[in-house]
């Protein structure tokens, strides 16, 4: 009733509900259409198509369409940035969705490079200290490069830092929280606190399944999180059982095939510690 620029809208939060849900073929229809419409309404430099630009490229970057994804994710980040400057929570957000990406991707130094100044960008706007949303996540992403970078202690603290705001701001049982746990483990697991990481994924992975339908479709993944940390602590029956659990949810759900075959592969080499050739 109200035109081409609330159907956009529209697309965008259907297509935020699929994303969750890691529907991301869908996500990625949802988000195309209200992008094409947006152009159509505003031009190829506008704000609001800016943030379609993100919202899609982030559902194509999960399909493993990375040369796409990234044209798209970086015209989001420079339309961003010539409108607001760099010292704006609006860029601080664009630029991290492209620190995330060099993350996903393996470039390290870039990756690091992005993410480091965007939580420093957001500590100075939103106040040093401030137990925030967004903090929390610059911190999460931050904790992540440096677990690529093999700096596990520095990942453990910043992820400990990421959990403790989430629980001030949600608290006790939350998506956010749950998803906080599960990087915190896996932080701790690289780090070789692997008992710990297991307790942690475990709480996790029960949070989730509490949770239901609000965790979206993150129970797959905490579930492969917590095969690893059981793989790692040679539990070999059980991790089994967490690997056949998560494979049986991306299958259900028509996750990717990446993400399927990756169910596959953490199968196969529980398989060969096991003997079962």
Same mark, same amino acid.
């Given at each position: 009733?109200? !035109?081409?620029?609330?159907l ?7 297509g935020?509900c699929?994303y969750l849900?890691q ?8 988000h195309?259409?209200?992008l *094409?419409?947006?152009?159509?309404l505003? !031009?190829r430099?506008?704000?609001e198509v800016? !943030?379609?630009?993100? #919202?899609? !490229? /982030?559902?194509?970057?999960?399909l493993?369409e990375?040369?796409? +994804?990234?044209?798209?994710i970086?015209?989001a980040?420079q ?5 607001f400057?760099?010292?704006h929570?609006?860029t601080?957000?664009a ?6 990406? $060099?993350l996903?991707t ?8 992005l ?6 960008v957001?500590?100075?706007?939103l ?8 903090i929390?996540? @610059?911190s999460?992403l931050?904790?992540?490069?440096f ?5 596990h ?6 992820h400990?830092?990421a959990?403790?705001?989430? /629980?001030?701001?949600f608290?006790? @049982? ?5 998803h906080a746990?599960s990087?915190l483990?896996?932080? %701790?697991r @690289? ?13 996790s992975?029960?949070? /989730?399944?509490?949770?239901?339908? /609000? +965790?979206?479709?993150?129970?797959a993944?905490? %579930?492969? #999180? ?6 790692a602590?040679?539990r070999? *029956? ?6 056949r ?10 996750a990717?095939?990446? *993400?399927? +075959?990756?169910s $596959?592969?953490?199968? +196969?080499?529980?398989y060969?510690r096991?003997g079962?050739?």
């Open positions: 009733k109200e !035109g081409p620029s609330a956009a809208c529209s697309y965008e939060a259907v935020k699929l849900l529907d991301f073929g869908g996500a990625r229809e949802c195309a259409e209200a *094409s419409i947006r152009e159509g505003h !031009g430099n506008h704000i800016a !943030g379609s630009l993100a #919202n899609l !490229g /982030q559902a194509l970057q999960s493993g990375y040369d796409t +994804a990234f044209f798209h970086d015209r980040f339309i961003t940035r010539k409108k400057g760099d010292s929570l609006r601080v957000a630029k991290e969705v492209l620190g995330a990406f $060099y996903d393996g470039n390290g130094q870039k990756s690091h490079e993410l480091t100044s965007c939580l420093s957001r500590k100075t706007l106040g040093e200290g401030t137990s925030h949303a967004d929390a996540q @610059s999460d931050l904790a992540r490069s677990r690529q970078s093999f700096k202690r520095d990942a453990v603290e910043l400990k830092a959990l403790s705001m989430c /629980q001030e701001i608290g006790e @049982s939350h998506p956010r929280v749950a746990l990087q483990a896996t932080s %701790l @690289s780090y070789g606190s692997v008992a710990l990481a297991r307790e942690l994924q475990e709480k992975v029960e949070m /989730q399944r509490d949770l239901g339908a /609000q +965790a979206g479709g993150c129970l993944v905490g %579930l492969d #999180n917590l095969g690893h940390c059981l793989a602590d040679a070999l *029956s059980q991790a089994e059982e967490a690997y659990e998560s494979l049986c949810l991306k299958i259900d759900r028509a990717s095939l990446d *993400s399927v +075959a990756e $596959y592969e953490n199968l +196969a080499n529980i060969k096991q079962k050739y």
